[in-house]
């Protein structure tokens, strides 16, 4: 039997109950109800095109690529599309100031454009045009208009500043309207659909943990948890995969929690790369993980993509896990028999296998805390953003009252099957002085420890390159701590 999910949201001021199937995008679904203005370009969340506002809750819009989004997701949501906030006759501020400023040559990204910088606006009542420029990095011109965007976003910003322009303003009137009524909405209702059309059989849009747990005992060979779905819905709409089940996550509140004492901070798994971002226990406490996931994607992907995402995917090239590695991280897995923690320097057995058993599911990341140490992170790829790296890499360490290393955790991503710990090279740092001579000792160490493949992000001579460079800066900035060398 397949299963359908009835959902009911808004796109703009109109209510919309449906049935969507658990492989449907939120993009098919908006364009199929007139929504066009978003766009299907990549259908892998790499050009924004697709850029629509998410509302989780009033006053809460987070721009989020429709493509890469499951359809179910948007039950007890309101989306905003560019439709929703002017007219040809009555334009928005937004879309008048882009309009103004020759913004838009062909169009096809412009929709995007507008409904990222009204997320950034929606959620920052000042920013800068450090923010502005932030919020756009996952949106793409084909027509390379970007010298006249930032100068719509000067004129934008001005106006802001100046109070000619409030930002309340930027709100649609329907929002109110619609918040009064999804305050009410229960979980959507599972309706049977006939066979045969579908790849997958249910979507499950969990609300507690017990609930997903007894989803996935049903099947577990056949599910995938799913969280942010950032990298299951490329695959889906990319490489044609699909798994029979999809458990949905991210919508248990006890997944969301985030909480320090002395000893550890615990990550939920709920909790998006962005809600992190924006933490600022994280820069104090955790710089380290702070500068990965501030290099990881782009605002869209990081408003819904999460670590327990990036674990369980398992790439060799997963920043935030190549990031935890060096922070000396455990993960939380938990089944229905109970919850247990793995080191995560032992939770990888090989590509794309973890310690992960198919009835678990990643509920929360620890972190020890170890105060007044020093922690590093680099990434190299083709682009700053919404890059995959060739290399990444991340130290850290503490350093004793004679200036002497102590702690020394280095990791790497994208030199092996998985992300993967220099352990020779961190013994041959452990209790050492760093001065010149060791820095060369260590590059010579480090460069012999792992033997990478070449692909098509980089040959093995020139990851082997990298592997040994990174560390280098990683030890220069020790030396000159944190500034950049
Ligand atoms: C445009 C774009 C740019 C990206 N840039 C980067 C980047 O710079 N660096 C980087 O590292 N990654 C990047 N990614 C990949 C992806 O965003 C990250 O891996 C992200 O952390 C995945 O999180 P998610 O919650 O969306 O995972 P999902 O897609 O929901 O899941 C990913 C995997 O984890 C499993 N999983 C998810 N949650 C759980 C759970 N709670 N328990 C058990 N298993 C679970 C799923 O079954 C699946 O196998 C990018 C992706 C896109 C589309
Ligand atoms: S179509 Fe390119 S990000 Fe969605
Ligand atoms: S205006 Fe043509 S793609 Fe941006």
Redesign the pocket.
């Known amino acids: 039997m397949f299963y359908a999910n009835q959902v009911r949201f808004y796109l703009n001021d109109k209510l919309v109950e449906m049935d969507v199937t658990p492989t449907q995008t939120a993009l098919e679904i908006i364009r199929a109800l007139g929504a066009t203005g978003a766009k299907e370009a990549c259908s ?3 050009c924004g095109a697709c850029t629509v506002a998410l509302g989780l809750e009033r006053n809460r819009y987070l721009a989020v ?1 429709s493509c ?1 989004m499951p359809a179910t997701k948007l039950h007890g949501r309101h989306v905003i599309t560019v439709e929703g906030l002017g007219t040809p006759e009555n334009l928005h501020p937004i879309q008048e100031v882009m309009y103004r400023h020759h913004a838009t040559q062909c169009g096809f990204c412009t929709p995007g454009f507008i409904m990222s910088i009204f997320c950034l606006l929606a959620n920052n009542s000042q920013p800068d045009m450090a923010a502005f420029r932030k919020a756009l990095e ?1 949106n793409l011109c084909r027509c390379t208009g970007y010298q006249h965007i930032v100068q719509a976003g000067e004129d934008l910003l001005e106006k802001l500043h100046e109070g000619l322009l409030s930002i309340s303003s930027l709100f649609p009137d329907f929002c109110d309207a619609v918040w009064d009524d999804l305050e009410q909405s229960q979980p959507p209702q599972v309706v049977p659909v006939s066979a045969g059309v579908l790849p997958s059989r249910e979507y499950h849009l969990c609300y507690s943990l017990d609930a997903a747990l007894h989803a996935l005992d049903a099947d577990p060979q056949n599910s ?11 695959e889906s709409n990319v490489a044609r995969r699909f798994a029979e089940n999809y458990i949905d ?1 991210q919508r248990i509140a006890s ?1 969301h929690t985030f909480s320090m004492d002395d000893h550890e901070l615990t990550i939920g ?1 709920g909790v998006t ?1 962005e809600e992190l971002l924006q933490d600022a226990r994280i820069h104090v406490h955790f710089p380290l993980l702070s500068q990965a996931i501030e ?4 605002v869209q ?1 990081r408003n ?10 398992a ?1 060799p ?5 190549c990031a935890l590695l060096g922070l000396d991280a455990s993960v939380q897995l938990t089944s229905s028999q109970g919850a247990r923690s793995v080191p995560l320097k032992k939770y990888y057995l090989g590509y794309k296998q973890t310690e ?1 058993h198919p009835d ?4 929360a990341i620890i972190l020890p805390r170890k105060e007044g140490g020093f922690g590093n992170f680099i990434k190299t790829g083709k682009r700053h953003n ?4 060739s290399v990444s890499s991340a130290l850290s360490v503490q350093v004793d009252a004679s200036g002497l290393l102590t702690d020394v955790v280095l990791a790497y991503g994208g030199v092996k099957e998985y992300p993967a710990l220099a352990t020779q090279t961190m013994a041959l740092l452990q209790g050492k002085k760093i001065d010149e001579i060791l820095i060369t000792e260590a590059m010579a160490c480090v460069e012999a420890e792992f033997t990478p493949i070449g692909d098509v992000r980089g040959t093995a001579e020139y990851r082997s390159l990298l592997i040994k460079n990174q560390l280098k800066k990683h030890l220069l900035r020790f030396i000159k701590r944190g500034e950049d060398a």
């Open positions: 892998e969340g790499d690529t890469i996952g995938r948890v799913i969280s942010g779905g950032t990298d299951l819905f490329v996550v997944l798994a790369l290099m990881m994607g782009s992907i819904v993509a999460t670590l327990a995402g990036n674990l369980g995917n790439s090239v997963a920043d935030g896990a992960r678990e599911i990643i509920t919404v890059d995959i790296s």
